[in-house]
């Protein structure tokens, strides 16, 4: 299509985009058996990290790919183009891959480098963490774990319970984890644990990205050490600088790069279906085929134009949030946040529009156009991509602080 020659253009780029065309195939044949059984394949995985695609954002200290913000967003796109499931999973394990900065570097050099398998979790802190001499008690139920059927270690967001007594040398604090500040509660702590301590329950059943395997784990009165831990409240600024940083981007600057390269890449595989669909149906009672309709010309065209505006939208945003840049702090964020929403909003219309001009056609289960229209419509409900984004970045441009949630 003619919108993708521009964001794929330098080296780095093809070189990744070149080892998506070698799992391409193992991704096409496990796709029916992905979405039936609601878990990615093993074999699927297995491809992935033969690629090593899982560890693409990860500095080359750990033994990741270290790849720009550009590269892995088309990454994510041509994986979306073929299998939503599996380009959310991959994104998932890349912004949590972004955590190694934060930890201290023997913890994120056995968790990205001496472990092979996804380090993925729940990232909304619906556990609690009690701090204790060395550490701390986790326990707590998180959902919406995408991947951790194949995942070595989760990551438990959760709320610090005795924030008071966090800074306090006896109960356990890690230089990692900083101190409170008073004024942000309620204090937060990510707090890293081997996937096979937790309890996981077969809850995921959804009307889209069915084989992300997003199911939901409990934990039990764990102990994590101190040094398995980052500190909430460091991550929505840049990790410290130090020889092994892969990247000075804010953790929840990195995140909705993720989100919008798979929905991007949705639409686009919802446009390349398209065409094969106009040309050879007539509708009922018809004369003529949809493709020689002035109404689905100018539908299709119209969608191309949302997912091109789309593409250049979220490309401008990977470009400043690249090293050579110098925009950083809350304006970033907030042109960041705007993309995101905004690719969430153009990718859910395009493939809208393109599933009721097919008519009937797109409404066959396990049909291109049929799972586009699942799969986006999932994707979007994350908070990354959700419209009260547009609120946060308006009350910010007229000269508020912006706001984490609303």
Same mark, same amino acid.
């Given at each position: 299509m003619?919108?993708s020659?521009s ?16 799992v ?8 029916e058996?992905?979405e ?7 074999a ?19 033994d990741g790919?270290?790849?720009?913000v ?10 979306a ?9 991959m994104g ?21 480098a001496e ?9 909304n ?5 009690e701090?204790?001499? @060395?550490?701390?008690?986790? !326990? #707590?139920r998180?959902s919406? $774990?995408?991947?951790? +059927?194949?995942?070595?270690? *989760?990551?438990? /967001? ?16 890690s230089?990692?984890?900083?101190t ?18 937790v ?20 934990a ?7 040094e ?13 600088d130090r020889?092994?940083?892969?990247y000075?981007?804010a953790?929840?600057?990195f995140g ?11 639409a ?11 040309? @050879?149906?007539?509708p009922? !009672? #018809?004369?003529q085929?949809? $493709?020689?309709?002035? +109404?689905v010309?100018?539908? *299709?065209?119209? /969608?191309?134009?949302l997912?091109?505006a789309a ?5 401008d ?26 690719v ?63």
């Amino acid at each position: 299509m003619f919108w993708s020659g521009s964001a794929h253009s330098h080296e780095e780029t093809k070189q990744w985009l070149a080892r998506v065309d070698a799992v391409t195939p193992v991704l096409t044949q496990e796709r029916e058996r992905t979405e039936r059984e609601r878990v990615t394949s093993p074999a699927v995985l297995d491809a992935l990290r033969e690629q090593g695609i899982h560890r693409m954002w990860v500095s080359p200290s750990f033994d990741g790919g270290g790849v720009s913000v550009r590269t892995g967003s088309a990454v994510l796109q041509a994986l979306a183009r073929v299998d939503a499931s599996v380009a959310w999973q991959m994104g998932v394990q890349g912004v949590i891959s972004r955590m190694s900065d934060y930890l201290p570097e023997q913890v994120s050099r056995l968790l990205f480098a001496e472990s092979d398998g996804l380090v993925v979790g729940g990232i909304n802190p619906t556990g609690q963490a009690e701090a204790v001499p @060395g550490g701390y008690r986790l !326990r #707590g139920r998180w959902s919406f $774990a995408s991947g951790s +059927t194949h995942a070595d270690w *989760l990551v438990c /967001a959760s709320t610090l319970t005795n924030a008071a007594d966090a800074s306090n040398p006896a109960g356990g604090t890690s230089p990692a984890c900083g101190t409170e500040d008073a004024a942000r509660p309620p204090a937060t702590r990510m707090l890293f644990v081997p996937a096979d301590a937790v309890r996981f329950d077969d809850d995921w059943r959804s009307m889209g990205l069915r084989g992300t395997g997003s199911v939901s784990f409990t934990a039990d009165d764990l102990f994590v050490p101190a040094e398995f831990c980052v500190d909430g409240s460091l991550l929505r600024r840049p990790p410290q600088d130090r020889p092994s940083r892969g990247y000075p981007i804010a953790y929840y600057d990195f995140g909705p790069f993720t989100t919008a390269s798979t929905v991007l890449g949705i639409a686009q595989d919802a446009l390349s279906a398209f065409p094969g669909i106009a040309v @050879g149906a007539v509708p009922a !009672r #018809g004369t003529q085929t949809l $493709a020689a309709s002035h +109404t689905v010309q100018a539908g *299709l065209a119209r /969608a191309a134009g949302l997912v091109r505006a789309a593409e250049l939208m979220l490309e401008d945003a990977a470009n400043h949030a690249e090293l050579r840049c110098p925009l950083g702090g809350e304006d970033l964020s907030a042109l960041i946040r705007l993309a995101a929403a905004t690719v969430g909003e153009h990718t859910v219309r395009a493939v809208d529009s393109l599933h009721s001009l097919a008519g009937t056609r797109s409404l066959a289960e396990g049909s291109r156009l049929d799972r586009c229209f699942r799969d986006v419509h999932s994707a979007v409900a994350h908070i990354t991509l959700a419209p009260t984004n547009f609120e946060m970045v308006g009350a910010y441009l007229l000269g508020d602080a912006l706001m984490m949630r609303r």
